[in-house]
Nanobody, 120 residues
Framework: QVQLVGSGGGMVQAGGSLRLSCAAS????????MGWYRQAPGKEREFVVV???????HYADSVKGRFTISRDSAKNAVYLQMNSLKPEDTAIYYC??????????????WGQGTQVTVSS
């Protein structure tokens, strides 16, 4: 079975940084897209960022220039460096994987979520 385990969340003041990690297991294909979604309290889940197997990235406008995704294919891991954090970034962040670009298609697999809280 495929499992995605996200970690690295926490509480930080506005302007601070956090680094999220996601460890994937059970993926039998090498061509998965991976990325992150987030869900703020009382709001719908939204796309944050996606990275292809060959390293092409796409970011939501709300995080572009502040967040950076990276991928370690040998470890089946992805990371999200989050800088210049804002209170509106407060959400549960979900590591995701899928066979299609997650800007347009729902992920096939979801991690359990890790909480990010940004205080003003």
């Amino acid at each position: 079975q495929v499992q995605l385990v996200g970690s690295g969340g926490g509480m930080v003041q506005a302007g601070g940084s956090l680094r999220l990690s996601c460890a994937a297991s059970g993926l039998t294909r090498s061509d998965y897209f991976m990325g992150w979604y987030r869900q703020a309290p009382g709001k719908e889940r939204e796309f944050v960022v996606v990275i292809s197997n060959d390293g092409i990235t796409h970011y939501a406008d709300s995080v572009k220039g502040r967040f950076t995704i990276s991928r370690d294919s040998a470890k089946n891991a992805v990371y999200l460096q989050m800088n210049s954090l804002k209170p509106e970034d407060t959400a549960i962040y979900y590591c995701t994987a899928g066979l299609k670009d997650m800007r347009f298609w729902s992920p096939d697999y979801w991690g359990q979520g890790t909480q990010v809280t940004v205080s003003s």
